[in-house]
Nanobody, 123 residues
Framework: QVQLVESGGGLVQAGGTLRLSCAASGRTFRTNAMGWFRQAPGKEREFVAA????????YYADAVKGRFTISRDNAKNTVSLQMNSLNAEDTAVYYC????????????????WGQGTQVTVSS
């Protein structure tokens, strides 16, 4: 069983930055692919970024490519999402997710989910 707890959300002005963190419990973190997803009001949950167990394979959604950076620290069981140049379209609840390898970019492929953290970007 894996438990995930997100932190770092908040209110930021357009053009600003936020860093989300996800703390994972359990002994399998080092073998899990990790992902970030987001869900805006009235919309389906969508893929944002994913990172493989070894940290070398990384995928981004086109909407965040060049602005967001995903990283992981297997020694601390954490995965982070650095978000730069935020805009109003990035407003959503952001979720951390885990799955047994390999890396994936769809919600149905992830087995464990955090409760989410709200990110609001004011324009």
């Amino acid at each position: 069983q894996v438990q995930l707890v997100e932190s770092g959300g908040g209110l930021v002005q357009a053009g600003g930055t936020l860093r989300l963190s996800c703390a994972a419990s359990g002994r399998t973190f080092r073998t899990n692919a990790m992902g970030w997803f987001r869900q805006a009001p009235g919309k389906e949950r969508e893929f944002v970024a994913a990172i493989g167990a070894n940290g070398y394979t990384i995928y981004y959604a086109d909407a965040v490519k060049g602005r967001f950076t995903i990283s992981r620290d297997n020694a601390k069981n954490t995965v982070s999402l650095q978000m730069n140049s935020l805009n109003a379209e990035d407003t959503a609840v952001y979720y951390c997710a885990a799955r047994r390898s390999p890396i994936a970019t769809t919600t149905v492929d992830y087995h464990y989910w955090g409760q989410g953290t709200q990110v609001t970007v004011s324009s």
